[in-house]
């Protein structure tokens, strides 16, 4: 039944148009948070060097300034988890889907020894109506990739978060894509297990109102820190430092 209902959403896609048109007309399109995509915080060597790759969340669309996104906030915890000095990157864009990032991304990042990878990626996939067959080739693509240009690297991926409980998403288009975003999530689950990396759990939002920027659709500084919070233990697992 699980196959069935990806499939049975094609019946549902002029909903989708509809709905999806309302939603655009009545969101204004955010940019990427202000402040460096690229920093240092000082600590014991050896340093720990993180990339967090994706799409806006990656870019911390949503908030006013860098340092209060999902790159920064994660640096800053693994620094206090590990007393590691910790070099991170944000390596994010508006609309990006898994296939993008794997063509026109990853091939300019220059090969700095990244020890940790966070993904977020997907979202944009499954908003856009993208098959299963088709995430299957681009998110396992750009796996493959990560793993051919950063072997040792620790990688970790983020799932795609709940439709539903983003106030932005009318109810009916919330559960369309929140069917296939179940669908998308199984498979990147599957990829990640076989292509040497980590399937992170799902963010739970337990409140939209504080998670959720004024778009309704992006982070705030809360969410993203609960974000951060929730992805560390997956990205280091290094003992806490005394």
């Known amino acids: 039944m699980s196959r069935l209902l990806p499939l049975l959403t094609w019946l549902a896609f002029p909903i989708y148009v509809w709905q999806g048109l309302g939603v655009r007309r009545r969101t ?9 995509v690229l920093h240092r915080l000082d600590g014991r060597e050896p340093a720990i060097s993180l990339l967090v790759l994706g799409d806006s969340s990656a870019a911390s ?45 990853l091939p300019n990042l220059s090969a700095d020894a ?29 796996l493959y990739a990560l793993r051919a240009k950063w072997p040792e690297a620790r990688v970790v991926w983020s799932p795609v978060l709940e439709f539903t409980r983003a106030p932005a998403m009318p109810p009916l288009l919330g559960k369309i894509l929140e069917i296939r975003a179940g ?13 040497g990396a980590v399937p992170a759990p799902r963010l739970p939002i337990t409140d939209p109102a504080v998670g959720f920027s004024t778009d309704g659709f992006h982070a705030s500084e809360a969410g993203y820190r609960a974000w951060a919070e929730h992805l560390l233990g997956f990205v280091v697992t290094d003992a806490p430092h005394d």
């Open 28 to 36: 204004s399109r955010m940019l990427p948070a202000q402040g460096p």
């Open 61 to 105: 669309v949503g908030i006013g300034r860098s340092e209060d996104g999902l790159a920064a906030q994660l640096a800053g915890l693994i620094r206090e988890r590990t007393g590691r000095a910790v070099t991170w990157r944000a390596a994010g864009f508006n609309s990006a889907t898994s296939g993008q990032i794997r063509d026109y991304v």
């Open 114 to 142: 990244w020890t940790h990878i966070v993904l977020a990626i997907g979202t944009n996939d499954t908003k856009n109506f993208h098959s299963v067959p088709r995430f299957k080739k681009d998110f396992g693509g750009l």
């Open 183 to 195: 669908a998308v999530n199984r498979m990147g689950e599957r990829l990640c297990l076989e292509r």
